[in-house]
């Protein structure tokens, strides 16, 4: 079966850096996709890897290595407007999008 | 621009009662998709369109149908509601992309809370 693992829910302080870990298995790879989601909100865009290594936008990294199949998000110079859920997903061989359950990121002061 | 606009934002049914979320976009996407997103769980495809005319089922079809008579509008039906249709319905859109490409990033709708009781 297809499968995406990502930790429940990780707490952070306001100003430093987290890491949020996604692990995948599924039939093929053609992509990674993050959003962040803010409770009771839509999903939305923060990221997209599809070779292996580091994508930086500000202050959110994505890392990705295939041969691991393995995923991170960096978030630096954490602000209290960074609480959410981060849902990891991937593309597979048939285009379809696989999700993970995400990780709910909470920030204390 | 409107994006993707989602009808109603919350709605309550009974068992076996029928009705039609409404999804609509404005940004000319072929692919339009609704999920559904319980708690612990990573969001669902119900079902998808890659065009006009075009539907298919996702990974959790039962009790749903869609039709896409034109490129803008995507709604879903429930025919006879069931308590385990309780959930949050998101519809997304994006444009159609088959290669190693992310532009077929998802745009969705703000989301519809659906309880069945």
């Known amino acids: 079966g297809q499968n995406i693992d990502q930790p429940t829910e990780m707490t952070a302080t306001e100003g430093a850096i987290v890491q949020i870990n996604c692990t995948y298995q599924?039939?093929?790879?053609?992509?990674l996709f993050w959003y962040q989601q803010h409770a009771g909100e839509a999903p939305t865009f923060l990221s997209y890897?599809?070779l292996d290594g580091l994508e930086e936008k500000g202050r959110f990294s994505s890392f990705l290595s295939r041969s691991k199949g393995y995923s991170y998000l960096l978030l630096k110079e954490l602000q209290m407007k960074d609480s959410a859920s981060y849902l990891c997903?991937?593309?597979?061989?048939?285009?379809?999008?696989?999700w993970g359950a995400g990780t709910k990121l909470i920030i204390k002061p | 621009n409107a994006g993707v606009t989602q009808t109603p934002k919350f709605q309550v049914l009974k068992t076996g009662q029928s009705m039609t979320l409404q999804c609509a976009q404005d940004?000319?996407?072929?692919?339009m998709s609704w999920y559904r997103q319980d708690p612990g769980m990573g969001l669902r495809l119900i079902h998808y369109?890659?065009?006009?005319?075009?539907?298919d089922q996702g990974e959790v079809p039962n009790g749903y149908n869609v039709s896409r008579s034109t490129t803008e509008d995507f709604p879903l039906r429930l025919l006879s509601a069931a308590p385990s249709q309780t959930s949050v319905y998101f519809c997304?859109?994006?444009?159609?992309?088959?290669?190693?490409?992310?532009?077929?990033?998802?745009?969705f709708g703000a989301g519809s809370r659906l309880t069945v009781l």
């Open positions: 997304a859109s994006s444009y159609l992309e088959t290669g190693l490409s992310g532009a077929n990033v998802l745009t």
């Open positions: 599924t039939s093929g790879f053609n992509g």
């Open positions: 940004m000319n996407h072929e692919y």
């Open positions: 890897n599809v």
């Open positions: 997903a991937v593309i597979d061989s048939n285009y379809q999008l696989i």
């Open positions: 369109s890659v065009g006009a005319g075009i539907t």
